[in-house]
């Protein structure tokens, strides 16, 4: 009956002992086995030498590198019209035509504006006139240019010297009749009398050529004055330009001194640049200069061409003056950035811009010790587009980190050289 007995009694509950032990003992190593495997990747990633990562991180690198840097002098200055004009009427007048306006790009001997030239016309014809008139008085043709003649061939000076010759025979006779006693001094006296006539008509004759060739020279100027005055009617521009500002309009009067336009020269352009009295000595004509604009990539060159002879007393600061070419994009009054190339050859430790990390107003980079990133601050100097100038924080050959991104202090990297 040893079947059929109860599994409730003492002998059943240790026959079903056995089996539950092993079990439980069995679901408890499985739970351990679970929980190993479940721990967080980060908890299982973690190395014993403080490393975020079990695999090293790819990573570019570059050296520190010393390469001789210009010495420089960095200021700020402001660029102005190398030539700025304003041109205004010189004849009074109405305004007939203006062919530019405001923005129109000039070249030089191109017409700008008419001032009505007629009148003008009508002066040159009567000074002509007068001119003629002139000449003809003198015994010369209407039309020519050359002036000049000798007076003693004009018709009044030889009429004048044929009645003086004569008086002057009379006279010489009267002379030798007289001491021969042939003739009364009542006869000699006016034979005298008549030759000092001639003389001084011969002498009017002369200056009365005179004065025609002086009334002559007047005449021929205001012929000079009446074409100059029609040619000032039309207004050019004195150099290549671009119009800055238009002043009137067509059909408007313009007294003398009226301004028609402002035209401005753009290149080259002035830079004038303030460099403090420190470094005044480093200064000097030749030298050559980088220009930066706001909003502009491009880096202009000029050179320095002037000097002001006098350090300003307010600043203390020597104005000088540099030519700037221009590709048609730099503006007069535009702040500048300037560097004055003092100098060639100074050594200096560089690293690529990329290797540069700014945070909060700090400069920071990557270096590469023992397989490891490690975060190092610097200060840095002059930039260009290829390299960053480091004055202090490395030390040459050492090995940058190129665009960090998040990387962190300590972690395992594997550098590539760039």
């Keep these: 009956m040893r079947e059929s007995r109860s599994r409730f009694s003492p002998e059943g509950l240790r026959e ?37 990562a079990v695999s090293p991180k790819r990573v570019q690198t570059a050296r520190v590198v010393a390469r001789p840097l210009e010495d420089m002098i960095t200021v700020v200055g402001t660029l102005a019209a190398y030539d700025q004009a304003m041109l205004k009427v010189k004849v009074p007048g109405r305004l007939q035509t203006i062919t530019v306006d405001f923005g129109s790009v000039v070249r030089q001997g191109q017409l700008i504006a008419q001032i009505e030239p007629r009148d003008y016309e009508l002066r040159v014809e009567q000074a002509e006139a007068a001119l003629a008139q002139a000449r003809a008085r003198l015994g010369l043709p209407p039309e020519g240019t050359e002036d000049r003649l000798d007076p003693e061939q004009t018709s009044p000076v030889r009429q004048a010297r044929a009645v003086l010759e004569e008086a002057r025979a009379h006279y010489e006779r009267s002379v030798r009749l007289l001491e021969e006693g042939i003739i009364p001094r009542s006869r000699f006296d006016t034979d005298e009398a008549a ?42 521009a004195p150099f290549d330009g671009i119009v800055q500002e238009r002043h009137t309009s067509v059909g408007e009067f313009l007294a003398v001194g009226s301004p028609v336009v402002t035209i401005v020269r753009m290149d080259p352009l002035r830079l004038r640049a303030e460099v403090p009295e420190r470094e005044v000595h480093r200064v000097r004509p030749g030298q050559r200069v980088r220009v930066m604009v706001e909003g502009d990539p491009t880096i202009y060159t000029g050179r320095i061409v002037r000097l002001s002879p006098t350090i300003t007393l307010q600043n203390r600061m020597l104005v000088v003056e540099a030519e700037v070419r221009n590709n048609g994009r730099l503006r007069p009054g535009a702040f500048a950035r300037v560097e004055i190339i003092a100098g060639e050859g100074r050594p200096a430790l560089v690293v690529p811009p990329p290797a540069i990390v700014s945070f909060a107003g700090l400069e920071k980079v990557f270096v590469v010790q023992g397989g490891k990133a490690v975060e190092k601050r610097v200060t ?15 030390e040459r050959g050492e090995e940058v980190i190129l665009d960090p991104g998040n990387l962190q202090p300590g972690q395992l990297v594997r550098p590539t050289r760039k």
């Design 16 to 52: 079903m002992r056995t089996p539950l032990i092993v079990i439980a003992f069995s679901m408890g190593t499985l739970f351990l086995l679970g929980g190993c495997r479940g721990q967080s990747p980060a908890s299982s990633a973690q190395n014993p030498n403080g490393g975020d």
């Design 380 to 394: 840095t100097g002059r930039r260009t587009g290829e390299w960053v100038e480091i004055l202090s924080g490395l």
């Design 195 to 236: 030759y000092k006539v001639a003389l001084s008509r011969y002498q009017d004759a002369l200056e009365e050529v005179r004065n025609r060739q002086a009334l002559l020279t007047q005449r021929r100027s205001e012929l000079m004055l009446a074409r100059q005055q029609l040619a000032d009617t039309a207004i050019h």
